[in-house]
């Protein structure tokens, strides 16, 4: 209603001004004079700039005499120095270096099969047999053959010590055991691979395959997993790679378990990616429950910049002004009467966490820095501070 007022006064006044220099503004426009127009446009501009200080003054003496007056309510808080920690957050997935799919490494029938899925195992365990097609046999006849070497080999030995017999003689039994421990070597390592051993300890996770199949190079026997070493390898944008060092904690969080984990950087790579611009890391994650499984989405927030004692504001209090100003408004009893008022301070801002933003400059400790309301008020104006 006040307001009503005021524009309805600021019309009047202007009208009995306009009503006195209507005629000098119709004929300064007749003239086609712009010296004439000008005089007549500035005579305006200075009654209305008289008329509206008039009612600036008469607004804030109505406010201060105002016994009923309501005034903007605020809530605010006071400012602390707080430790403050800032994280680069991103995207990863967990994974173990010990997750491999195991092959046969030669063709027969499948004629063993001693694990089952979900089996614990242990490193060189054996798993499987594959039909060796004879070289068991030939393993034997081999290693009797190299018996009958050796025999000859040293009986050749002691002649020649004796400077019994040829040297050939000699030469030959040597040359003939040497060869035949190559033949064994060889037999032995073909029928080793007739044998599918675990290659480290974990748990057969799936097994593809059954007892009496034919089998071959490249095809799919077991998945074996090792749950122990889990990490977690993720892409950080190149724009941190100053801020992510070997060893710096991070918090790993799992949303599909609802848990988060400390794990250390122990590894970032030393290439770019030039199609993205990112580098690797892995994280180690510890995995005591036993609750990790590769491929899980998980979120890191590494941490890169802590201070001990800094002055954090809500991020929704800080207001942004015509020029890129950043504002904070805060309390001080500088009223009439010692009520509090609303002053506007100008503020740089660092980094941000959750719903906190860190004030560098413009605000100190003891600040009482106006949280709800804020939007409601300016720099001086009355308020009422609510408990």
Not at 220 to 229: A, E, G, T, Y
């Given at each position: 209603m006040k307001k009503i007022v005021y524009i309805a006064s600021l019309s009047l006044l202007l009208f009995s001004c306009g009503g006195n220099e209507k005629v000098n503004v119709d004929e300064a426009l007749k003239s086609n004079d712009l010296q004439q127009i000008k005089a007549s446009r500035e005579a305006l501009h200075n009654e209305y700039e008289k008329i509206s200080a008039d009612l600036a003054r008469l607004d804030a003496a109505i406010d201060s005499l105002e016994p009923n007056r309501k005034l903007p309510l605020v809530q605010a808080i006071?400012?602390?120095?707080?430790?403050?920690?800032?994280?680069?957050?991103?995207?990863?997935?967990?994974?173990?270096?010990?997750?491999?799919?195991?092959?046969?490494?030669?063709?027969?029938v499948l004629e063993q099969l001693n694990v089952k899925a979900g089996q614990r195992v242990t490193k060189g365990q054996v798993l499987a047999r594959v039909d060796d097609g004879g070289l068991a046999a030939q393993v034997a006849q081999a290693e009797t053959q190299l018996q009958l070497a050796k025999t000859t080999y040293e009986r050749q030995k002691r002649l020649w010590d004796q400077k019994i017999g040829s040297e050939i003689q000699y030469l030959q039994a040597q040359t003939s055991l040497e060869s035949q421990k190559e033949v064994v070597a060889q037999l032995k390592s073909q029928l080793a691979k007739s044998v599918i051993?675990?290659?480290?300890?974990?748990?057969?996770?799936?097994?593809?395959?059954?007892?009496?199949?034919?089998?071959?190079?490249?095809?799919?026997?077991?998945?074996?997993v090792n749950l122990d070493d889990m990490y977690v390898s993720a892409t950080v944008p190149e724009s941190y790679i100053s801020q992510v060092k070997l060893g710096a904690p991070v918090d790993v969080q799992l949303n599909s378990l609802g848990k988060t984990y400390k794990g250390k950087v122990r590894q970032v790579s030393n290439y770019i990616n030039p199609d993205n611009r990112t580098f690797s890391i892995e994280v180690a994650l510890p995995n005591p429950d036993n609750l990790l499984r590769?491929?899980?989405?998980?979120?890191?927030?590494?941490?890169?910049?802590?201070?001990?004692?800094?002055?954090?504001?809500?991020?929704?209090?800080?207001?942004?002004?015509s020029g890129g100003r950043l504002v904070v408004y805060t309390l001080d009893n500088k009223g009439k009467k010692g009520e509090p008022v609303a002053v506007e301070n100008e503020v740089k801002t660092?980094?941000?966490?959750?719903?906190?933003?860190?004030?560098?400059?413009?605000?100190?400790?003891?600040?009482?820095?106006?949280?709800?309301?804020?939007?409601t008020v300016e720099d001086g104006t009355p308020v009422e501070v609510l408990d």
């Amino acid at each position: 209603m006040k307001k009503i007022v005021y524009i309805a006064s600021l019309s009047l006044l202007l009208f009995s001004c306009g009503g006195n220099e209507k005629v000098n503004v119709d004929e300064a426009l007749k003239s086609n004079d712009l010296q004439q127009i000008k005089a007549s446009r500035e005579a305006l501009h200075n009654e209305y700039e008289k008329i509206s200080a008039d009612l600036a003054r008469l607004d804030a003496a109505i406010d201060s005499l105002e016994p009923n007056r309501k005034l903007p309510l605020v809530q605010a808080i006071t400012l602390k120095d707080t430790s403050f920690t800032h994280f680069i957050e991103i995207q990863g997935s967990v994974d173990t270096k010990q997750n491999i799919i195991i092959y046969p490494e030669t063709s027969g029938v499948l004629e063993q099969l001693n694990v089952k899925a979900g089996q614990r195992v242990t490193k060189g365990q054996v798993l499987a047999r594959v039909d060796d097609g004879g070289l068991a046999a030939q393993v034997a006849q081999a290693e009797t053959q190299l018996q009958l070497a050796k025999t000859t080999y040293e009986r050749q030995k002691r002649l020649w010590d004796q400077k019994i017999g040829s040297e050939i003689q000699y030469l030959q039994a040597q040359t003939s055991l040497e060869s035949q421990k190559e033949v064994v070597a060889q037999l032995k390592s073909q029928l080793a691979k007739s044998v599918i051993r675990a290659p480290f300890t974990g748990t057969i996770d799936e097994v593809m395959t059954e007892r009496g199949k034919v089998v071959g190079p490249g095809q799919d026997l077991f998945r074996i997993v090792n749950l122990d070493d889990m990490y977690v390898s993720a892409t950080v944008p190149e724009s941190y790679i100053s801020q992510v060092k070997l060893g710096a904690p991070v918090d790993v969080q799992l949303n599909s378990l609802g848990k988060t984990y400390k794990g250390k950087v122990r590894q970032v790579s030393n290439y770019i990616n030039p199609d993205n611009r990112t580098f690797s890391i892995e994280v180690a994650l510890p995995n005591p429950d036993n609750l990790l499984r590769p491929n899980q989405v998980a979120v890191l927030k590494i941490e890169d910049y802590t201070n001990k004692a800094a002055l954090l504001v809500p991020e929704n209090v800080v207001q942004q002004k015509s020029g890129g100003r950043l504002v904070v408004y805060t309390l001080d009893n500088k009223g009439k009467k010692g009520e509090p008022v609303a002053v506007e301070n100008e503020v740089k801002t660092g980094l941000k966490s959750g719903a906190y933003v860190e004030i560098k400059s413009g605000l100190k400790e003891g600040d009482r820095v106006i949280t709800d309301g804020a939007k409601t008020v300016e720099d001086g104006t009355p308020v009422e501070v609510l408990d």
